[in-house]
T-cell receptor, first 113, second 116 residues
């Protein structure tokens, strides 16, 4: 069965510092992988997705993620944090055959001034 | 172009009651998926509707049922509400073509259900 593990339910970084949110997946075959962001009292917005093309995926708002099959990881990074990046981030996986998306428990990103 | 819309925004119900939540997909989308997001958790897949039929279902009891209408809008019904049903219910729409494509799911703002 597929699953997604996000390391760290809360991550704090200083404004201007590197953002690194960790995600590991378990799947017998490379799945489709996603990162979503959720701002307070809002729905989810897709940041980026991996679909077996390039392993380094660039998304919106300066975020990017690298698919590493050997490590079964799909960590999200951003070179320089901005106050507006404070939100909940969800890593998610979807098998090729199905449209069901399985989400991790989320990581709340706090930006320190 | 309106995105995914959901109604109502908030809802308070009593244990044992029934509730209906509504979702209108993004223009051009034909598939609707429903998710339950408990406080402090990631969304969990409830079910998906395509061509007015339930296409897939997650691990939710039969108290959770749904419907899709010819205009692709959808309803989520929950019977015999339990306190544990309190959550944010998210609707996501997508366009299912090609069938094995990686079509993006667009999420609505959700309906916050509180069961007392």
């Amino acid at each position: 069965a597929q699953s997604v593990t996000q390391l760290g339910s809360h991550v704090s970084v200083s404004e201007g510092a590197l953002v690194l949110l960790r995600c590991n997946y378990s799947s017998s075959v490379p799945p489709y992988l996603f990162w979503y962001v959720q701002y307070p009292n809002q729905g989810l917005q897709l940041l980026l997705k991996y679909t077996s093309a390039a392993t380094l995926v660039k998304g919106i708002n300066g975020f990017e993620a690298e698919f590493k099959k050997s490590e079964t990881s799909f960590h999200l990074t951003k070179p320089s944090a901005h106050m507006s990046d404070a939100a909940e981030y969800f890593c998610a996986v979807r098998m090729v055959e199905y449209d069901k998306i399985i989400f991790g428990k989320g990581t709340r990103l706090h930006i320190l001034p | 172009d309106a995105g995914v819309t959901q109604s109502p925004t908030h809802l308070i119900k009593t244990r044992g009651q029934q509730v209906t939540l509504r979702c209108s997909p993004k223009s051009g989308h034909d598939t609707v998926s429903w998710y339950q997001q408990a406080l402090g958790q990631g969304p969990q897949f409830i079910f998906q509707y395509y061509e007015e039929e339930e296409r897939q279902r997650g691990n939710f009891p039969d108290r959770f049922s749904g419907h899709q209408f010819p205009n692709y809008s959808s309803e989520l019904n929950v019977n015999a509400l339990l306190l544990g049903d309190s959550a944010l219910y998210l609707c996501a729409s997508s366009f299912m073509w090609p069938p094995q494509g990686v079509y993006e799911q667009y999420f609505g703002p959700g309906t916050r259900l509180t069961v007392t």
